[in-house]
């Protein structure tokens, strides 16, 4: 395909994602409102000193990356996860299926639109940790920062739209998306930290996505951290996934209700 020709229906359908995005407040409302309730909750167990690796840090400086983790993967992942698939049980997706649109343009505007939504989400949650939490990314963390930020968001967007090809219908959209990341965020540095947790656990969580991304996260506002050169393999593993997520997608993916 010559991407170049398509370029404008690209742009153009980046820009009908966003229209329809806005015309749907509750979902962007509740894309906002679960991170500010994690930071409301961060605010009153107080902000005392933890450990990390390199040194002590306050535990919003620990704990903020992890909750960014979390946002983003429920704005990316579980987000497109659920709407795609009630979108193909109503018959949206197969109206599109009727245009001249492709499959690929399609797909790269979903993962584009959404990794724009996950970064200005992350980037609300970096202002209120920088004036609530006085927590702020060093600035030898910020290439890491965006670079983690842009590359797990279009990872996890287009996990999300491989997933629907395993969901029947809409019904099922939520436990099956929730049973198959929630386990996942619990072993992998997201809810709870996992440092005390056995070597095996941790070796299994590292071959996901979820862990590599929390984990880069914490990096990037870690005062300690290199920037860059540290755990190259964090972003290695992640673009294994987003190359085996688009993968599947185009192999996979249907416009029209599973029968």
């Known amino acids: 395909m010559n991407f170049k020709k ?35 909750m ?7 000193s933890v450990e990390i690796d390199g ?20 704005s990316s992942y579980t987000g497109i996860a659920m709407t795609l698939t009630i979108n193909r049980d109503i018959g949206v997706l197969k109206r599109y299926k009727g245009t001249p649109l492709p499959l690929i343009i399609f797909l790269l505007s979903k993962i584009a639109h959404n990794t724009i939504v996950s ?6 949650i970096a202002a209120i ?15 890491a920062f965006l670079l983690t930020m842009i590359l797990g968001a279009a990872t996890f967007t287009t996990l999300g739209i491989a997933f629907t090809s395993l969901i029947p219908n809409s019904d099922a959209a ?27 656990l941790n070796g299994i969580a590292q071959i996901f996505p979820v862990r590599p991304f929390s984990l880069s996260l914490q990096e990037a506002y870690s005062p300690f951290s290199t920037g860059l050169t540290e755990n190259p393999e964090n972003y290695l593993i992640l673009l294994a996934w987003l190359m085996l997520g688009l993968a599947t997608s185009l192999k996979f993916f249907s416009w029209e209700p599973r029968k």
């Open 119 to 124: 970064f200005a989400l992350a980037v609300i």
């Open 55 to 74: 040194g002590t840090v306050s535990r919003a400086t620990k704990y903020i990356p992890m909750i960014t983790a979390f946002s983003v993967i429920g």
């Open 174 to 200: 939520a436990p099956m998306v929730n049973a198959s990341i929630i386990p996942l965020m619990f072993i992998s540095d997201v809810f709870i930290p996992m440092d005390s947790a056995p070597n095996w």
């Open 6 to 40: 398509h370029l404008p229906l690209f742009l153009k359908q980046i820009v009908y994602e966003s229209k329809s995005y806005r015309r749907n407040p509750a979902a962007a409302f509740f894309t906002l409102v679960f991170p500010l309730l994690f930071l409301f």
């Open 42 to 48: 961060l605010r009153i167990f107080g902000n005392d």
């Open 129 to 143: 940790a920088f004036t609530v939490f006085d927590v702020a990314l060093p600035n030898n963390s910020i290439p």
